[in-house]
């Protein structure tokens, strides 16, 4: 059975789900190598649409997945924000922007409203994420969002990564 994927709304952004009218959207950024290397890419168009199809499998086999995000008032998508979890990885709080829509507070914003779906939709009392060390970025994003670091685990990839815990938000989304 396909769960019914909510549409979340902020001040300037739709959350989506995913589906193929994001298919440009996957391509441009994974085959963008700068852009998708914290995220395993460059990768081919076809690996692109690969990463889709499996966002939007998230969501049937394990309840949750990402959204793509959609600045309402130029009706682009921009990127994806959600929750991902891998065969044998930690479920993480994740986002991605496309690098002209970086730097206005879209990831801030988006993460905002997912973790509000966390904690009031999913009853999650815990939201954790983690990236490479290397990804700054990320980092000071989740210090925004009033992450605190609690843990350094090893990943499935043989890597180290910091874990931070994300409090439930003050600011609430609409729906």
């Not at 019914?4 to 589906?19: E, F």
């Not at 998508?77 to 065969?87: I, K, S």
């Not at 685990?153 to 874990?163: A, C, H, I, K, T």
Request: net charge neutral; proline share 9%; hydrophobic share 40%.
């Amino acid at each position: 059975m396909t769960p019914t994927i909510p549409t979340l709304h902020t001040d300037r952004l739709d959350l989506l789900p995913p589906g193929p009218e994001a298919a440009a959207l996957y391509q441009a950024f994974y085959t963008d190598a700068a852009a998708s290397a914290p995220y395993g890419g460059p990768l081919s168009p076809g690996a692109a649409w690969a990463r889709l199809a499996s966002d939007l499998g998230g969501w049937g086999l394990q309840g949750f997945g990402v959204w793509t995000i959609r600045r309402r008032a130029e009706q682009h998508l921009v990127g994806v924000c959600g929750f991902w979890q891998g065969l044998g990885w930690p479920r993480e709080l994740t986002w991605w922007l496309l690098p002209a829509a970086r730097g206005s507070g879209i990831a801030q914003e988006a993460s905002r409203a997912a973790l509000v779906h966390a904690h009031d939709v999913f009853g999650w009392p815990v939201v954790e994420t983690y990236m490479n060390d290397e990804n700054t970025a990320a980092r000071a994003l989740v210090l925004r969002l009033g992450g605190e670091r609690v843990d350094r685990r090893g990943f499935p990839d043989g890597l180290q990564r910091d874990v931070f815990r994300i409090p439930p938000p003050v600011t609430q989304a609409r729906r």
